[in-house]
């Protein structure tokens, strides 16, 4: 490959420097002498782990080239475009420039720089002429498909390296370009020997073959987007081998800003529109029912229409949707069940807020009622007074320059990039459908005098399951999106869970799946737990939080005791390090009964209980029959104990 462009970037959340000591305490006295040199690799590790994360800060950010013309980029304009972006999604950018011409180099030598910088995330932006020769006129289909395996094979080999190199790393690397300038004219989109052709045909092969730790960015579609006269600047590429324009900088830095900000949770998971003059056209409390415009035959109407059909499509991905709108309740459901023109309805809505109240508490309230963090909003309002006081008084919710021409209500939302996600699971296809079954939920919850009776009406059942490499995607993203629930915030690609997994007489990858007489759930939890000299340390502990309060908590209870008891451990040790964030599970291992061994490591406290062991009589028990356990297949290890007395046990 003559010009691959490859930058590295580290993804680094700021954290307070360490002063605490390693030190253990058990008030008790009842704890081992070994538990003290157990507990000091385990509070090492993390300290390590935070002082690494410091260190990196200095110098995170690499550019580097493998090209025998190509130049690097002006490394300040990266730091003027990307830095701003990536500091506005709590990034702090580093940069590391390699040695000119040094791909091969930097990526096959286990002694290069990059080895040790140990990054975090890498963007390898290839060239349309880093492709070479193209298969010849004429060519066949099987002259046509060697070609494009040979010219996929040194990227994939790149990203299997990477993957056993760099295991927690994440790549971001762009498909190619389609050039302007055609050998064949129009004919170009006629043969499939063609350069175009080749072209998306090697963009197809990669998505096809893409690994786990590669997330592949469209970049023909920015191309696009800027327009491919403003996209290509030939005389800067021809000066310094600048790939794109100047004016594309802006927007690539943009995008990649928000799909790192996603790789460490920083993900916007609801957009909260408003309706008047947002969702249709006029104002329903003084126009009516017949004066708002959703008109197919009027072109006011009909980009109403438009700009609610792509909020169905962004629904039916797993964006939650809800409406924050300064209305009576009653006179803003009434589009909703009764135009025949409305294309969305009720039950697209996560949640509904149509009140006279300012929209910050409305904001907070939508917030509070779906669970999620206000920096998980995005707020769509025609109104620019609205959307200045959103801005001004609630800062953490992301608020869109709404034009005044609803025509352009789609592209501003779409160029805001907002709800870029490193991944898609089948769970956020039906995520906004189990948000509208809530409300089913607590309509139920209404007709009982205590919350335990509600919790048996709801029929839930529970699988409890090693995870699989269907499982696998899955769980990533539940690991690396959530934050409410995550009793130490680590995050772990999947390459990294998959090595993990393997080491079955080291560690246990466990996930829970959920459903009730409303929901299948799918998966909501996951455990990641590791045997050391017969204890048993809780690596990573996740729940969302559609399930909170449900008694899941004592479900991975057992499941962890389990376990341990299969591996004839004689204690279990969890760990808490509180964020902004997590507060939720502070008190959790407490409550489970576990006791306090130390604490001083960034505030952050670990605990320990011995086995055998018994919940606290405040903790309800499986047996209760909150929550019906299944044997699942596969997993009778993990789910021979967790049936309290009385329970029925059954398979799925």
Same mark, same amino acid.
């Given at each position: 490959m003559?010009?691959l462009?490859?930058?590295t970037?580290?993804?680094?959340v700021?954290v307070r420097?360490?002063?605490?000591?390693?030190t253990?305490?058990?008030?008790?006295?009842?704890?081992?002498?070994?538990?003290s040199?157990i507990l000091k690799?385990?509070?090492l590790?993390t300290?390590? *782990?935070?002082?690494?994360?410091?260190?990196?800060?200095a110098?995170?950010? =690499?550019?580097?080239?493998?090209?025998?013309?190509?130049?690097?980029?002006?490394t300040? +304009?990266?730091r003027?475009?990307?830095? #701003?972006?990536l500091y506005?999604?709590?990034?702090?950018?580093?940069?590391?420039v390699?040695p000119?011409n040094?791909i091969?180099?930097?990526?096959l030598?286990a002694?290069?720089?990059l080895? #040790?910088f140990?990054p975090d995330v890498?963007l390898?932006?290839p060239?349309t002429?880093?492709?070479?020769?193209?298969p010849?006129l004429?060519?066949?289909?099987?002259d046509i498909?060697?070609?494009?395996?040979?010219?996929?094979?040194?990227?994939?080999?790149?990203w299997g390296?990477?993957?056993?190199?760099?295991?927690?790393?994440?790549i971001?690397?762009s498909?190619f370009?389609?050039?302007?300038? &055609?050998?064949?004219?129009?004919l170009e989109?006629?043969?499939?020997?063609?350069k175009?052709s080749c072209?998306?045909?090697?963009?197809?092969?990669?998505i096809?073959?893409?690994s786990?730790?590669?997330?592949?960015?469209?970049?023909?579609y920015?191309?696009s987007?800027?327009?491919k006269?403003k996209w290509f600047?030939?005389v800067?590429?021809?000066? /310094?081998?600048q790939?794109? /324009?100047?004016?594309a900088t802006?927007?690539?830095?943009s995008?990649f800003?928000?799909?790192l900000?996603?790789t460490i949770g920083?993900?916007?998971k609801?957009?909260v529109?408003?309706?008047d003059n947002?969702?249709?056209?006029?104002?329903?409390?003084?126009?009516?029912?017949?004066?708002?415009?959703?008109?197919?035959?009027?072109?006011?109407g009909?980009?109403y229409?438009?700009f609610?059909?792509?909020l169905?499509?962004?629904?039916?991905r797993g964006?939650l949707?809800?409406?924050c709108?300064k209305?009576d309740?009653?006179?803003? &459901?009434?589009?909703f069940?009764?135009?025949?023109?409305m294309?969305?309805?009720?039950?697209?809505?996560?949640?509904?807020?149509?009140?006279?109240d300012d929209?910050i508490t409305n904001?907070r309230s939508?917030?509070?009622?779906?669970?999620?963090?206000?920096?998980?909003?995005?707020?769509?309002?025609?109104?620019?007074?609205?959307?200045?006081?959103v801005e001004?008084?609630?800062?953490?919710?992301?608020v869109?320059?709404?034009?005044?021409d609803?025509?352009?209500f789609?592209?501003?939302?779409?160029?805001?990039?907002?709800? $870029?996600?490193?991944q898609? =699971?089948? *769970? #956020?296809?039906s +995520?906004? $459908?189990?948000y509208?079954?809530? &409300?089913? +939920?607590?309509?139920?919850?209404?007709?009982?005098?205590?919350?335990?009776s509600?919790?048996?009406?709801?029929e839930? *059942?529970a699988?409890?399951?090693?995870?699989d490499?269907?499982?696998l995607?899955r769980?990533?993203q539940?690991?690396?999106?959530t934050?409410?629930f995550?009793?130490?915030t680590?995050r772990?690609?999947?390459?990294?869970l998959?090595d993990?997994?393997?080491?079955?007489?080291e560690?246990a990858?466990?996930?829970?799946?959920?459903?009730?007489k409303?929901?299948?759930y799918?998966?909501i939890?996951?455990?990641?737990?590791r045997?050391?000299?017969?204890s048993?340390?809780?690596?990573?502990?996740?729940?969302?939080?559609?399930v909170?309060n449900?008694?899941? $908590? =004592?479900?991975a209870?057992?499941?962890?005791?389990?376990?341990a008891a =299969?591996?004839s451990?004689?204690?279990?040790v969890g760990?808490?390090?509180?964020?902004?964030?997590?507060?939720y599970?502070?008190?959790?291992y407490?409550?489970?009964g576990?006791k306090?061994l130390s604490s001083?490591?960034l505030?952050?406290?670990?605990?320990?209980?011995?086995?055998p062991?018994?919940?606290?009589v405040?903790?309800?028990?499986s047996g209760?029959?909150l929550?019906?356990?299944h044997a699942?297949?596969g997993?009778?290890?993990?789910?021979?104990?967790v049936h309290?007395?009385?329970?029925d046990?059954s398979?799925?």
């Amino acid at each position: 490959m003559r010009r691959l462009l490859l930058l590295t970037i580290a993804v680094v959340v700021i954290v307070r420097p360490l002063n605490a000591q390693i030190t253990v305490s058990d008030p008790a006295n009842t704890a081992r002498n070994a538990i003290s040199a157990i507990l000091k690799e385990y509070l090492l590790e993390t300290q390590q *782990e935070q002082h690494a994360k410091l260190r990196r800060m200095a110098r995170r950010l =690499s550019v580097f080239a493998d090209l025998q013309r190509f130049a690097v980029p002006d490394t300040p +304009r990266w730091r003027t475009h990307g830095g #701003d972006f990536l500091y506005a999604n709590g990034i702090a950018p580093h940069f590391y420039v390699a040695p000119y011409n040094g791909i091969a180099s930097e990526v096959l030598d286990a002694g290069s720089r990059l080895h #040790d910088f140990d990054p975090d995330v890498l963007l390898l932006l290839p060239a349309t002429a880093d492709v070479g020769e193209y298969p010849a006129l004429f060519a066949d289909k099987d002259d046509i498909r060697q070609w494009v395996e040979k010219k996929a094979c040194a990227y994939t080999d790149i990203w299997g390296r990477l993957g056993r190199d760099y295991p927690k790393c994440t790549i971001l690397h762009s498909l190619f370009v389609i050039p302007f300038a &055609r050998q064949l004219g129009n004919l170009e989109s006629n043969y499939l020997f063609s350069k175009s052709s080749c072209l998306r045909q090697l963009n197809m092969h990669l998505i096809a073959n893409r690994s786990t730790n590669v997330i592949l960015v469209d970049m023909d579609y920015f191309a696009s987007f800027v327009g491919k006269d403003k996209w290509f600047d030939e005389v800067a590429f021809f000066m /310094s081998k600048q790939p794109y /324009s100047l004016l594309a900088t802006k927007l690539v830095a943009s995008y990649f800003s928000r799909v790192l900000g996603a790789t460490i949770g920083k993900i916007k998971k609801c957009l909260v529109v408003d309706l008047d003059n947002t969702v249709w056209g006029g104002v329903i409390g003084d126009d009516g029912m017949s004066g708002i415009n959703i008109d197919p035959n009027n072109p006011l109407g009909e980009a109403y229409l438009d700009f609610q059909q792509y909020l169905k499509d962004l629904k039916d991905r797993g964006v939650l949707l809800a409406v924050c709108s300064k209305n009576d309740e009653s006179v803003a &459901r009434q589009p909703f069940s009764e135009h025949r023109d409305m294309l969305l309805k009720i039950d697209d809505f996560a949640a509904f807020v149509a009140n006279w109240d300012d929209k910050i508490t409305n904001l907070r309230s939508i917030a509070k009622q779906l669970n999620i963090g206000l920096d998980s909003l995005v707020f769509f309002d025609d109104n620019p007074a609205e959307r200045a006081l959103v801005e001004k008084y609630e800062p953490q919710v992301e608020v869109i320059d709404v034009p005044n021409d609803p025509a352009l209500f789609v592209r501003a939302l779409e160029g805001s990039f907002c709800f $870029e996600w490193p991944q898609l =699971s089948k *769970e #956020d296809m039906s +995520r906004a $459908e189990s948000y509208a079954q809530d &409300r089913q +939920r607590l309509e139920t919850q209404g007709k009982f005098l205590d919350y335990d009776s509600y919790l048996r009406s709801l029929e839930m *059942e529970a699988w409890i399951e090693f995870t699989d490499d269907q499982s696998l995607p899955r769980v990533a993203q539940l690991i690396n999106k959530t934050n409410q629930f995550n009793l130490r915030t680590r995050r772990y690609s999947e390459t990294m869970l998959r090595d993990f997994r393997e080491k079955a007489d080291e560690y246990a990858l466990i996930q829970i799946r959920l459903k009730d007489k409303f929901t299948n759930y799918g998966i909501i939890s996951s455990l990641l737990l590791r045997l050391v000299n017969k204890s048993v340390f809780i690596e990573n502990w996740v729940m969302s939080c559609r399930v909170f309060n449900r008694n899941v $908590e =004592s479900v991975a209870a057992d499941a962890i005791i389990s376990w341990a008891a =299969s591996k004839s451990a004689i204690r279990i040790v969890g760990g808490y390090i509180p964020t902004q964030k997590n507060s939720y599970v502070a008190n959790l291992y407490e409550k489970l009964g576990f006791k306090p061994l130390s604490s001083g490591l960034l505030d952050g406290i670990i605990l320990a209980t011995e086995i055998p062991y018994e919940k606290p009589v405040n903790v309800p028990a499986s047996g209760h029959r909150l929550i019906h356990v299944h044997a699942a297949s596969g997993t009778a290890t993990i789910s021979a104990s967790v049936h309290g007395p009385g329970a029925d046990k059954s398979s799925s």
